[in-house]
């Protein structure tokens, strides 16, 4: 391995490492700083004084802060969560049940943005080469608009049209894999938007390059032009942005799972804030924050494997 | 003087050569002025409960109908923009002071101190704004509150960013160069060079970063984990309009559109904004709603890859 791949991803990995880690004291130190007592949380607002003191105890909160740190540790290696507050069910098993629909909009919401938001700005930067201004003022305009649609909006008229009106996709749940369709493009508009702007300016810059105009002037294929500059060039462009718009996409996943009434994280996480269930917004914060920290790093690398140049870069 | 106000008469001539300044500064008003009189004109008819025509269709009483309540939709929605616009806009104010303080502080620290801080502010933003906000409404719970804190914390981290990229810039301009060479202090240069040369982009950042606060808090809303009744917003109006799709879609139509036209409005405002201001970006491609596109949310973590033009 050549020593500035090497330098790169120990330099990565640390980046990873030491978020993660902030990570995991984030949602450990959750506990300590919540008003009100987690213990009456639990123990609920009629228990006596006995009652709030046991659950005290079965939680661990009279142990000193490093005790507690260190078991909140070896839990998490043994992939242990501790319990859920409502139903005393592990949230492992709570997270294990509901990371599949949350997954599923992620994977559908990717695939948007890669097999439609990417080839949309290709076309874009063809079409609105030679100073088609008409078509540039469009075609900003459109995605500006659908970067600026709150994913709710989108989610709810495209319930009403497709689920209700013409009932083509099912309204709510995750029974079936058509469920996911309608909340995996109402959370990736705005993503994608961002994504096709960003290729449609990458793909005008290559093919506005001096030695691009040249290479035309002697007949350069059109296949050779997109396929050998102008889509790596998008790709990297597509990809510099990739760990934001995943981490769009899995927010908008929490609040658009309400919409379409997606029995995922993002509704357990709400629900669990709602009733103060404190163990399961930890595992599910930490799970949502260690999917999007991984997929950042592994794009980091995919674009380092796409575009050599960023070796260099600031990282 | 003169030369100020000249200058502040070509600006204010080009905002309103922007195709579409003077549309988002009508828009603006008019959304201010229903915040002020809305509550009080339709306050009454948007609480005035009536179960004898609950979830009713439009009709000539209640234009767009009435929600599981009775209560009319149209008056709870135009009733609820007061809200819906003071909060976003006092998160959106602390965000703004507490992340240009923040970067600016940052900018100005040691190499050492300065990457960690560089760094910290970067994990924050790769989180995204809803998981952040969520993570912090944990904390200080649900509630008018805690959604404002939230949402505040959430965008705090693109103002430090976007802050200690401006500064830094700034900082290495030759005159500041100079200055510092000849001796001004560290806090002249600040009030002296840099403070006026950000001042207008953090102003105008604020109303692109506004239209997502607005956004995401009425998203905050919509979950439960925001205003809470007997108080309403749009986005809480949008929890029961979302359960009532087939029998009143209005209901659910109705604040959603209002949110998006006042994110758009902010955002658009923004853009002509910085477009009156900065003529560079006359000359370069045109975007009508380039604001949109560069907005600080998604404000990358690599500006070399970045869209530059738009």
């Given at each position: 391995m050549n020593p500035k791949w090497r330098h790169f991803l120990l330099r990565r990995l640390t980046r990873l490492v030491v978020v993660l880690a902030g990570l995991v004291i984030a949602t450990f130190a959750l506990i300590h700083v919540v008003p009100g007592d987690p213990a009456r949380a639990?123990?609920?607002?009629?228990a006596d004084q006995n009652a709030v003191e046991r659950a005290r105890e079965e939680l661990g909160l009279n142990d000193p802060a490093y005790v507690q740190f260190g078991d909140y540790l070896s839990g998490l290696v043994r992939l242990d969560f501790g319990d859920s507050f409502e139903t005393d069910e592990p949230v492992t098993k709570v997270i294990s049940r509901s990371i599949g629909p949350t997954a599923e909009l992620a994977a559908f919401g990717m695939a948007i943005i890669l097999f439609v938001g990417i080839p949309l700005g290709l076309l874009g930067g063809a079409l609105s080469q030679e100073g088609n201004r008409k078509f540039e003022l469009g075609f900003s305009g459109l995605t500006g608009i659908m970067a600026a649609l709150p994913d709710y909006l989108t989610a709810t008229v495209l319930a009403l049209v497709f689920a209700v009106s013409l009932q083509w996709l099912p309204v709510a749940g995750a029974a079936t894999l058509s469920a996911a369709i309608l909340p995996a493009i109402a959370i990736a508009v705005r993503p994608m938007a961002m994504v096709s702007r960003l290729v449609r300016i990458r793909t005008l810059d290559v093919?506005?390059?001096?030695?691009?105009?040249?290479?035309?002037?002697?007949?350069?294929?059109?296949?050779?032009?997109?396929?050998?500059?102008v889509a790596p060039n998008a790709l990297a462009a597509a990809l510099s942005v990739a760990g934001i718009a995943f981490a769009a996409l899995v927010g908008g996943a929490v609040i658009v799972e309400q919409v379409f009434a997606r029995p995922g994280l993002g509704t357990e996480l709400v629900q669990g804030l709602l009733v103060k269930n404190y163990p399961v917004v930890q595992g599910i914060i930490l799970t949502l924050g260690a999917a999007i920290v991984i997929v950042n790093a592994i794009v980091d690398a995919t674009l380092a494997l796409v575009d050599p140049r960023t070796l260099e870069g600031e990282l | 003087m003169s030369e100020r106000r000249a200058r502040a008469g070509l600006v204010m001539r080009s905002f309103l050569h922007t195709p579409t300044g003077p549309v988002s500064l009508v828009l603006i008003l008019a959304l201010i002025l229903l915040a002020i009189i809305g509550p009080s004109i339709f306050g009454e008819a948007a609480t005035n409960v009536d179960l004898g025509q609950a979830s009713e269709g439009p009709s000539a009483a209640?234009?767009?109908?009435?929600?599981?309540?009775?209560?009319?939709?149209?008056?709870?929605?135009?009733?609820?923009?007061?809200?819906?616009?003071?909060?976003?806009?006092?998160?959106?104010?602390?965000?703004?002071?507490?992340?240009?303080?923040?970067?600016?502080?940052?900018?100005?620290?040691?190499?050492?101190?300065?990457?960690?801080?560089?760094?910290?502010?970067?994990?924050?933003?790769?989180?995204?704004?809803?998981?952040?906000?969520?993570?912090?409404?944990?904390?200080?719970?649900?509630?008018?509150?805690?959604?404002?804190i939230a949402v505040a914390a959430a965008f705090a981290p693109a103002f430090a960013r976007f802050t200690y990229s401006l500064v830094s810039s700034v900082n290495s301009r030759e005159y500041v160069v100079a200055a510092r060479l000849v001796g001004v202090s560290q806090t002249g240069i600040l009030r002296r060079h840099?403070?006026?040369?950000?001042?207008?982009?953090?102003?105008?950042?604020?109303?692109?970063?506004?239209a997502d606060g607005l956004i995401t808090l009425a998203a905050l809303s919509f979950l439960g984990l925001g205003v809470q009744a007997p108080g309403y917003d749009w986005g809480t109006m949008l929890t029961p309009g979302v359960k009532s799709f087939y029998v009143t879609p209005w209901a659910a139509l109705a604040p959603a559109a209002m949110v998006a036209l006042a994110g758009a409005a902010f955002a658009l405002f923004g853009d002509a904004i910085a477009r009156a201001v900065n003529p560079l970006l006359w000359v370069e491609r045109p975007s009508v709603?380039?604001?949109?596109?560069?907005?600080?949310?998604?404000?990358?973590?690599?500006?070399?890859?970045?869209d530059h033009k738009t």
């Amino acid at each position: 391995m050549n020593p500035k791949w090497r330098h790169f991803l120990l330099r990565r990995l640390t980046r990873l490492v030491v978020v993660l880690a902030g990570l995991v004291i984030a949602t450990f130190a959750l506990i300590h700083v919540v008003p009100g007592d987690p213990a009456r949380a639990i123990a609920g607002a009629q228990a006596d004084q006995n009652a709030v003191e046991r659950a005290r105890e079965e939680l661990g909160l009279n142990d000193p802060a490093y005790v507690q740190f260190g078991d909140y540790l070896s839990g998490l290696v043994r992939l242990d969560f501790g319990d859920s507050f409502e139903t005393d069910e592990p949230v492992t098993k709570v997270i294990s049940r509901s990371i599949g629909p949350t997954a599923e909009l992620a994977a559908f919401g990717m695939a948007i943005i890669l097999f439609v938001g990417i080839p949309l700005g290709l076309l874009g930067g063809a079409l609105s080469q030679e100073g088609n201004r008409k078509f540039e003022l469009g075609f900003s305009g459109l995605t500006g608009i659908m970067a600026a649609l709150p994913d709710y909006l989108t989610a709810t008229v495209l319930a009403l049209v497709f689920a209700v009106s013409l009932q083509w996709l099912p309204v709510a749940g995750a029974a079936t894999l058509s469920a996911a369709i309608l909340p995996a493009i109402a959370i990736a508009v705005r993503p994608m938007a961002m994504v096709s702007r960003l290729v449609r300016i990458r793909t005008l810059d290559v093919l506005e390059q001096d030695y691009i105009r040249s290479a035309r002037s002697k007949r350069l294929s059109p296949r050779a032009l997109y396929g050998r500059h102008v889509a790596p060039n998008a790709l990297a462009a597509a990809l510099s942005v990739a760990g934001i718009a995943f981490a769009a996409l899995v927010g908008g996943a929490v609040i658009v799972e309400q919409v379409f009434a997606r029995p995922g994280l993002g509704t357990e996480l709400v629900q669990g804030l709602l009733v103060k269930n404190y163990p399961v917004v930890q595992g599910i914060i930490l799970t949502l924050g260690a999917a999007i920290v991984i997929v950042n790093a592994i794009v980091d690398a995919t674009l380092a494997l796409v575009d050599p140049r960023t070796l260099e870069g600031e990282l | 003087m003169s030369e100020r106000r000249a200058r502040a008469g070509l600006v204010m001539r080009s905002f309103l050569h922007t195709p579409t300044g003077p549309v988002s500064l009508v828009l603006i008003l008019a959304l201010i002025l229903l915040a002020i009189i809305g509550p009080s004109i339709f306050g009454e008819a948007a609480t005035n409960v009536d179960l004898g025509q609950a979830s009713e269709g439009p009709s000539a009483a209640h234009p767009l109908g009435t929600d599981a309540l009775g209560q009319d939709i149209l008056a709870r929605t135009l009733a609820a923009t007061r809200l819906s616009l003071i909060l976003p806009v006092a998160a959106i104010g602390l965000a703004a002071l507490a992340g240009s303080l923040i970067g600016a502080l940052i900018s100005m620290a040691g190499p050492r101190l300065r990457r960690i801080g560089a760094g910290f502010v970067d994990a924050a933003l790769g989180f995204g704004g809803v998981l952040l906000a969520v993570f912090i409404i944990a904390v200080v719970g649900i509630g008018t509150v805690g959604a404002v804190i939230a949402v505040a914390a959430a965008f705090a981290p693109a103002f430090a960013r976007f802050t200690y990229s401006l500064v830094s810039s700034v900082n290495s301009r030759e005159y500041v160069v100079a200055a510092r060479l000849v001796g001004v202090s560290q806090t002249g240069i600040l009030r002296r060079h840099i403070f006026p040369n950000i001042a207008d982009s953090l102003a105008i950042a604020s109303f692109t970063a506004l239209a997502d606060g607005l956004i995401t808090l009425a998203a905050l809303s919509f979950l439960g984990l925001g205003v809470q009744a007997p108080g309403y917003d749009w986005g809480t109006m949008l929890t029961p309009g979302v359960k009532s799709f087939y029998v009143t879609p209005w209901a659910a139509l109705a604040p959603a559109a209002m949110v998006a036209l006042a994110g758009a409005a902010f955002a658009l405002f923004g853009d002509a904004i910085a477009r009156a201001v900065n003529p560079l970006l006359w000359v370069e491609r045109p975007s009508v709603l380039a604001a949109f596109g560069t907005r600080l949310s998604s404000d990358k973590a690599r500006p070399e890859m970045g869209d530059h033009k738009t």
